[in-house]
C-alpha cells in the first residue's frame, strides 16, 4: 500500500516534469539573458539590412535602427513574428525583443511596403 503510493506519487511527478517542457526552457533563456545581441538596421535599394543578419533564438535583441538609411515610412517597423511594431526616431532609434522562434524572419514597414528578412538560428548545442 505504501509502496504503491510512493510508485504513484513518482509517476505523478514524472507527469508533472514531462508537462512542463517551458520550465526547462525557461531555464535556459535565464542562462542565455546574460548576453544581449546588438544588430544594426539600415535600409538600401532592395530593403531593409539587418547587420548581422543572423542572431540566436532565445537572447535578447537590441536592434539599433540607422536613421541616416531608413528614413520616412520606414522608420515604423513590424516584426510580426514576435509582436513588434514600434516608429523610431531621433532619440529613441532602439527596438528591443526577443526571438522566441527560429528560421527566417520578415520585417516590413508599416505599411507593408519597404521589406527585409533576418535570420533566427537555434543556439548552438554542446
Ligand atoms: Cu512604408
Not at 23 to 36: E, N, P, T, W, Y
Not at 78 to 103: E, H, L, M, R, W
Request: hydrophobic residues 45%; positive net charge; proline residues 5%.
Amino acid at each position: 500500500m505504501v509502496r504503491s503510493a510512493i510508485a504513484a506519487a513518482a509517476a505523478l511527478m514524472a507527469a508533472v516534469l514531462l508537462a512542463e517542457p517551458g520550465a526547462v526552457l525557461a531555464q535556459a533563456g535565464r542562462d542565455q539573458g546574460k548576453s544581449v545581441q546588438v544588430v544594426r538596421l539600415s535600409f538600401d535599394d532592395k530593403g531593409y539590412v539587418v547587420t548581422p543578419s543572423t542572431v540566436t533564438k532565445g537572447v535578447p535583441v537590441k536592434m539599433e535602427v540607422d536613421l541616416d538609411t531608413v528614413k520616412g515610412c520606414m522608420r515604423t517597423i513590424v516584426i510580426d513574428a514576435f509582436g513588434v511594431k514600434q516608429t523610431v526616431k531621433a532619440g529613441a532609434t532602439t527596438i528591443a525583443f526577443t526571438p522566441t522562434k527560429s528560421g527566417p524572419i520578415q520585417i516590413v514597414c508599416g505599411m507593408n511596403m519597404g521589406k527585409g528578412q533576418f535570420t533566427v538560428a537555434d543556439p548552438a548545442s554542446k
